[in-house]
């Protein structure tokens, strides 16, 4: 007896008219970090991308509405390089997205995390969003395969960049582009807002999720694959270690939802060509 193919059981309660993955047109791009494109160029090759940086598919539903979240001072560069690749990637993924750029106003010490925290406050009057992507600007994907999506836990998008000979550095590293829902980020109680210049908001970030329950998920290394534009080193925050060590007294009070520490104010806001910009006052460094 010939052997017949087993037919597939099927899906149910999915809805079809969501948009499906074409794998076989995604896959590694060439990535050149030195060229530079202007947002003109990049507009020009994107023509669908409407103004704030925002794109939906035609003909299906896209499974999330994502909202990825840069960052931001002066990089301009950088800005110029991640945009020229996302656009094209995301629209190839065929996810309804729109871009927002968390740019810090000033010169104090730069905060990560409570600019994240802005940023997802912010992003409310343009959404709702289902998942959030917290992405550094300097961070360019190089597979199409690596979907910008969430799972239900903390997903580790970077899983393997090249500054970083493309593994993960320890365990709970949690730094550079990472995926969350919505309500799971509100669960956490977002980032914290204590952490003014570089260093260790990004493994507070992760003791958090853990506190929750939530997993760390990670793509394959050979897909969660970036490439990191060269730049100067910030200086450390001196307080940054210790800070980190008392998380756990501090989480449930320090992010999204303390008054005393998430405090900022908005100077600029436009919907650019590209992206939508946000440039907020976040109020002295400590
Ligand atoms: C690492 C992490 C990053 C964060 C940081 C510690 C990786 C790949 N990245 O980044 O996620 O945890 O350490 O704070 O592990 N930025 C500006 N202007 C500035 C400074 C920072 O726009 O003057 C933004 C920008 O989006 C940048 C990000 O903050 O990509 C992280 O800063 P970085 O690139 O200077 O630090 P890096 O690469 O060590
Ligand atoms: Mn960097």
Same mark, same amino acid.
């Given at each position: ?70 960052? @931001? ?23 309804? @997205? ?72 320890? @365990?709970? @590293? ?113």
């Amino acid at each position: 007896m010939p052997e017949t193919l087993v037919k597939s059981p099927g899906v149910t309660g999915v809805d079809s008219s969501r948009c499906q993955v074409e794998w076989h047109k995604l896959g590694v791009r060439q990535i050149d970090i030195t060229e530079v494109p202007n947002f003109n160029v990049t507009l020009e090759k994107n023509p669908e991308v409407k103004v704030g940086g925002h794109w939906k598919p035609q003909g299906c539903v896209s499974w999330q509405k994502v909202a990825i979240v840069i960052p @931001y001072r002066d990089r301009d560069q950088h800005l110029k390089i991640l945009l020229s690749h996302l656009h094209p990637m995301l629209n190839r993924q065929k996810i309804e @997205y729109r871009i927002f750029v968390i740019e810090q106003w000033g010169d104090d010490k730069f905060n990560r995390g409570k600019l994240m925290n802005a940023g997802f406050i912010e992003s409310e009057k343009y959404g709702p969003f289902d998942c959030f992507i917290f992405h550094d600007v300097d961070l360019v994907p190089e597979n199409d395969r690596n979907l910008y999506l969430c799972d239900n836990h903390l997903r580790h998008l970077s899983s393997a960049i090249d500054e970083m000979r493309y593994h993960v550095m320890y @365990y709970n @590293y949690a730094g550079g582009v990472i995926a969350i829902k919505k309500d799971r980020f509100i669960e956490v109680n977002g980032f914290a807002n204590s952490y003014w210049g570089w260093g260790n908001e990004d493994d507070d970030f992760s003791a958090r999720t853990q506190e929750k329950n939530l997993l760390l998920t990670r793509p394959p290394e050979y897909i969660g694959r970036f490439k990191m534009v060269r730049h100067k080193k910030e200086s450390r925050n001196a307080h940054g270690n210790d800070l980190f060590f008392g998380w756990r007294g501090r989480w449930e009070t320090d992010g999204l939802n303390s008054h005393k520490t998430m405090n900022y104010s908005i100077l600029t806001e436009e919907e650019m060509p590209l992206y939508t910009q946000i440039s907020v006052d976040l109020g002295p460094s400590k």
